[in-house]
């Protein structure tokens, strides 16, 4: 056994590891869902596969590692690995996402012999599938959602595969787009196994072997003993999800959480089955909801390691909204896990009131357009995804325009949009009174009104609480609901549905409003001097002051 500080050491060592990885991907990278947003994230694992340490980036995206590396190990033993092999697969039913989203794994050596593995993963602008970005809401079978890739070696020992690499490039739209991000995934892996065997040398390999077995048994320690501090019991709740994007039925997320002993089961076997729209969640994101909550609310410290997911008991229904069979569409798999987030959140505020936020946007709104450049007649493909409000907390306001829980992901700034893509950005804002009311605010949603300026522009996307608002919590009033409304303001006006597929002309203006997020506490106990500031920001209106919050102009009794 290592000693705590060399142990700690090597942790921070090997996440630096990860995070430099995601900055070589970021660096290198062609598409802004890579630069722009970072819908990306980086791990390090053993040499049995088990995740050592994640990088700084998107939550969401890193369960899945679990699940493919126990398929990847059992497929490639170490004999059949060698330095510069690069093995890549989407493969939603083997422990991937969805389509869009490229895992990229690299064996990493030390004096010949097998130390590990560094992976990536990375949502990509295009990977085929009947819409440009494969985000369109309403694909019924996942062969319509893009090119799915087994496990398969994109490089060995260092040498690129001419002949995959033309299957890719012949599926796909864009091909110097995404095949530049699948070699900036390949070159952030060749940092890793140089910077992993770095630290191999430096270190030893007996210590490095022996501090990652103990980071794992750490982090379960550190899980287990969190668990132990919350009161044993089972708790429930459920959330919604809009609809699937085929029929308007509503689907239910229920989930039960029984804490004691050191350990919670998240049973989710009651929620609704598999829907026939892509709203499904896939195995590996459902699991990465269940354990983001448990590490946020238990530990927020805590080493997110496989070590920490060992208390944690994910049970699911095969043939559910949680667990779909193929051919199930998952592009719109977010749908499902955040609403998974949200009720387990929700649950969770019986036990730990201090330590839960009120219900949030609760969804990821994702839109893809895609047609031809009308100044160069050359293809593109411009894919976005949208922030809203994130729930109040017990003890401030909530973030207004951010993305919340899971994925963290940062905005497409409006310059390099209009720089790159025939687009025009002429509204982006918050919503007034989008927030809802409480002693805490929910935080506002945004607004994004973008124009078209070419022709024939296919626009897809998959978003959710049209319908169901965001809740608050203790008092607190929900959020407002999202919209997505095709050139508002004019004759021509007409409300999209959240999930779906259509082919916009030159000029033609979508509107996209992101729902808010619930309050927290009575709205009656919120200082004045709050409300007045919040006034004054334009962040809610005299309407909602007066009725909401008992506010007065000549600041009496309320």
């Known amino acids: 056994m290592t000693d705590v500080i060399t142990m700690q050491v090597i942790r921070y060592g090997l996440e630096q590891v990860a995070d430099e990885m995601g900055n070589t991907l970021v660096r290198t990278g062609r598409s802004t869902i890579i630069t722009e947003i970072k819908d990306i994230s980086c791990v390090v694992t053993d040499a049995a596969g088990q ?9 969401s ?60 993963i990375t949502h990509h602008s295009d990977l085929g599938g009947v819409a440009a970005g494969g985000v369109a809401g309403g694909i019924r ?18 040498r690129e ?35 992993l065997d770095r630290m191999f040398r430096r270190y030893g390999e007996t210590t490095m072997r022996q501090a990652c077995a103990d980071l794992l048994d750490y982090s379960e320690r550190r899980m287990r003993l969190g668990l132990q501090q919350l009161p044993a019991g089972t708790y429930e709740a459920e959330d919604w999800i809009d609809d699937d994007g085929v029929s308007e039925r509503p689907i239910r997320i229920h989930v039960k959480l029984t804490i004691g002993g050191g350990r919670v089961v998240v049973d989710l076997t009651d929620s609704d089955p598999q829907a026939e729209g892509n709203t499904n969640s896939t195995v590996a994101n459902t699991h990465a909801a269940a354990y983001y ?47 998974i987030v949200e009720a387990m959140l929700r649950a969770l505020s019986v036990a730990v009131p201090d330590r839960v936020t009120a ?14 450049d009308p100044s160069s007649g050359a293809p593109f493909v411009y894919t976005d995804i949208q922030g809203g409000g994130s729930g109040a907390r017990p003890y401030r306001d909530g973030r207004d325009g951010q993305d919340s829980h899971l994925p ?22 918050f919503i007034r009174d989008s927030g809802g009311p409480g002693l805490y605010r929910g935080g506002l949603a945004l607004r994004r009104d973008v124009r078209v300026l070419a022709d024939r522009v296919s626009f897809a996307r998959y978003g959710d609480r049209h319908r169901f608002a965001p809740q608050g919590l203790f008092g607190g009033l929900p959020g407002s609901c999202g919209a997505i409304v095709l050139n508002p303001g004019t004759p021509a006006e007409r409300r999209l549905a959240s999930k779906g597929l259509d082919t ?27 409300v007045e500031a919040d006034l004054r920001d334009d962040k809610i209106s005299r309407e909602s002051a007066l009725r909401d919050y008992g506010w007065t102009d000549a600041g009496g009794a309320r």
């Open 161 to 195: 595969d001419a002949e995959i690499i033309g299957i890719i490039a012949n599926q796909i739209r864009v091909p110097d787009k995404t095949l530049g991000d699948i070699r900036a995934q390949v070159a952030s892996l060749m940092v890793g196994t140089e910077r």
């Open 359 to 372: 219900g949030s946007h609760g969804q990821i709104s994702t839109s893809g357009f895609g047609g031809r």
């Open 141 to 158: 079978e996942i062969y319509l959602e893009g090119l799915r890739l087994p496990m398969i070696k994109l490089y060995k020992g260092g």
């Open 293 to 339: 909550v448990m590490i946020a609310v238990v530990d927020p410290g805590i080493p997110p390691n496989s070590g920490c997911y060992r208390p944690i008991e994910v049970v699911t229904r095969p043939g559910s909204i949680v667990h779909p069979l193929p051919p199930g569409a998952v592009a719109a798999r977010t749908n499902a896990s955040q609403k």
């Open 504 to 530: 916009l002309g030159a000029g033609d203006l979508i509107s996209m409003r992101l729902p808010g997020a619930g309050g927290y506490g009575d709205p009656r106990k919120r200082p004045r001097e709050a």
């Open 408 to 429: 963290r992901f940062m905005n497409t700034p409006v310059e390099v949009l209009e720089r790159q893509f025939p687009m025009r950005i002429e509204r982006y804002e």
């Open 51 to 59: 995740t050592v340490a994640q990088a700084h980036h998107n939550p």
């Open 61 to 120: 995206l890193l369960a899945g590692f679990e699940i493919t590396m126990k398929e990847l190990v059992r497929a490639f033993p170490p004999e059949a690995l060698s330095p510069g092999d690069v093995i890549i697969t989407n493969d939603p039913y083997r422990g991937g996402q969805h389509i869009m989203d490229l895992y990229a794994i690299a064996p990493a050596f030390h004096d010949g012999r097998l130390i590990g593995f560094v992976g990536n």
